[in-house]
């Protein structure tokens, strides 16, 4: 492998990380990267602990982590380190004072992890490990995926998690176009269905007979997944160890026991997919007299509870409203790509078996790493896309793959006609991407040199034809641009402002004036901490490079 350099993609999941890998130049290896000794996907948690000999705290990721913690926990559950999972679900939230939601950190010696930090301790660990074990050279050029709902900012915060770990990001691309790059499917409409441990997405996508892909529409839920299965799975353990000891509580055994149902959940979850029933010994601590309770877990009897059934209900929801967004009905979808570990519940491929009427779903590619597959297959057109250009100033290829973004994107300006702010949308919701959108506004005042521009985008799921000038007040704020102009700007002088996305969503605005010289591209600023976050990159990227990856 040594000479040929690599690009990697990678599936930053809410509960599992796979990367793929592709040579620029076509040539070598590609396909998964595997990992001693979790396999082609690490579990995505974080364990950061001080020890003792070690000047700084020590970091310890996937099964690693898991391992580490329960010990420390048995050990000393005072001192057992900061174990954190699922922190893809606060990339990016912000602030919220309307709900007084605050952001989420974890903290380790009066300092402070947000989620895309941890993020970053966890890439940065994924890539050494990959470089110690695997003859696949430096890790630096990366693509980094995330779902298709996210919003602008929480993409931003995905990317800056490979920032924070020191990669450069080549961009970023939406988890089910990346599957679908991987599959390559034929002209038609399909659909990508990707069910995580996370997230949902379901997106349609139009192939064209070049072979040119674009999801037209696209639904999902980026808080349901396979993590929500497990937490019902544990209440359903504690329920049939009650009907023995009704005075059982979960929550009075120790921390490391507790630790040790969940991942008893996950896998008797898992376990259900390839038969009807199974028994489980779940270890007590707390009764008297017992060490373990055998019960048995019937996939029927898991699947009717009210919670695990209203999962259903909500895909088959979800389901339906990309088809209805895409204005296509089930029997013209030609093929229905699985994606994501859940996907693997026989419930679920029989409620798309029903929903489309059909037998066949297809799952040719493990629905694990498909997506890492497909951003490595991203990385290497944007990585021979950029030595192109330098080398001959050439224009992209026109195998350029295009996406779609889910939410409309527009900008804060005053509606002399309504006399009040609004959001005027610039760039549609299901738009197709690349895609740049301008608008000539003017002046409301004279005297200003600085220009800041708010960019707003719609809410999830939100699509009307009929309007283009929407209340601030619903729609989620994605950050402000500034820009000086050389001189004082008359009442009414015209501007040319466009919205600018990239196939994997990246949002820039372009201020084009003749008067005030060559076009501006200014930095998206996003808010709160994600603008903080940009502001000490350097500082930042420095502590998670000086943490101790080698403990063990
Ligand atoms: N055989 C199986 N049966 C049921 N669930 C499974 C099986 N194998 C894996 N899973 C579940 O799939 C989930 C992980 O899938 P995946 O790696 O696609 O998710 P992710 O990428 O981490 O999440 P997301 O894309 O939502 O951020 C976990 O909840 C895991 O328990
Ligand atoms: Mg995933």
């Not at 020890?51 to 926990?73: D, H, K």
């Not at 300006?413 to 506004?441: A, H, W, Y």
Request: glycine share 8%; aromatic share 6%; with cysteine.
């Amino acid at each position: 492998m040594a000479g040929k350099e690599l690009v990697f993609g990678i599936d930053l999941g809410t509960t599992y990380t796979s990367v793929g890998c592709a040579p620029i130049d076509g040539n070598g290896y590609e396909g998964p990267v595997k990992f001693h000794p979790d396999g082609v996907a690490v579990n995505t948690v974080v364990l950061l602990r001080k020890m003792p000999r070690n000047e700084m705290p020590c970091v310890w990721v996937g099964r690693r982590a898991s391992e580490r913690y329960r010990r420390f926990l048995s050990e000393n559950p005072d001192d057992s380190g900061t174990f954190v999972e699922f922190a893809k679900r606060n990339t990016g939230v912000c602030e919220d004072e309307k709900l007084s939601r605050a952001v989420e950190h974890w903290s380790l010696q009066d300092r402070d992890y947000v989620a895309q930090e941890v993020h970053g301790v966890f890439l940065k660990a994924l890539a050494r490990q990959i470089e110690a074990q695997r003859d696949l050279g430096e890790i630096r050029r990366v693509v980094i995926t995330h779902p298709q709902n996210f919003s602008e900012v929480s993409k931003k915060a995905t990317r800056q998690a490979a920032e924070l770990a020191g990669l450069d990001v080549l961009g970023t691309i939406n988890e089910p176009d990346a599957a679908a790059l991987s599959y390559k499917v034929e002209p038609g409409l399909h659909v990508i269905f990707d069910f995580g441990g996370g997230t949902l997405d379901v997106v349609v996508l139009k192939v064209d007979d070049k072979g040119n892909s674009a999801s037209i529409a696209s639904s999902g839920d980026p808080f349901m997944g396979g993590a929500d299965f497990d937490g019902e799975m544990l209440k359903y353990f504690e329920e049939l160890v009650r009907l023995s000891y009704p005075d059982f509580r979960c929550e009075n055994e120790p921390a490391y026991n507790q630790r040790a149902w969940i991942d008893l959940a996950r896998d008797t979850k898992e376990q259900l997919s390839e038969r009807e029933s199974c028994q489980v010994s779940v270890p007590v601590l707390t009764l008297p007299g017992v060490q373990q309770k055998p019960i048995i877990i019937r996939r029927d009897a898991f699947w009717s509870r009210p919670e695990v059934n209203g999962f259903l209900g909500k895909i088959r929801e979800k389901t339906i409203q990309a088809l209805d967004g895409a204005k296509v009905k089930p029997e013209q979808i030609g093929r229905v790509v699985l994606v994501g570990g859940s996907t693997y519940m026989p419930k679920v491929r029989d409620l798309l078996r029903e929903i489309f009427v059909r037998k066949e779903l297809d799952c040719g590619i493990d629905p694990i790493i498909a997506v890492a597959c497909g951003a490595a297959a991203y990385a290497r057109i944007l990585a021979s896309e950029r030595s192109t250009a330098r080398r001959a100033q050439l224009e992209m290829p026109d195998d350029r793959p295009t996406g779609h973004i889910s939410k409309g994107l527009g900008i804060l300006v005053f509606d002399r006609d309504r006399g009040c702010e609004v959001v005027k949308l610039l760039i549609r919701p299901n738009s197709k991407t690349p895609m740049t959108q301008e608008q000539t506004f003017r002046m409301r005042e004279s005297g200003r040199v600085r220009l800041e521009i708010d960019v707003y985008e719609t809410n999830p799921g939100w699509d009307r034809p009929d309007a283009d000038r929407l209340d601030p007040r619903d729609c989620p704020f994605v950050g402000t641009i500034e820009f000086d102009a050389p001189r004082p700007l008359e009442a009414q002088h015209p501007l040319k402002v466009a919205i600018s996305v990239d196939m994997g969503g990246t949002v820039s605005v372009i201020l084009n004036d003749p008067e005030l010289g060559a076009p501006k591209t200014a930095r998206l600023r996003g808010p709160g901490v994600v603008d903080e976050i940009d502001q000490n990159l350097g500082e930042r990227r420095s502590h998670i490079a000086s943490l101790c990856y080698d403990a063990d």
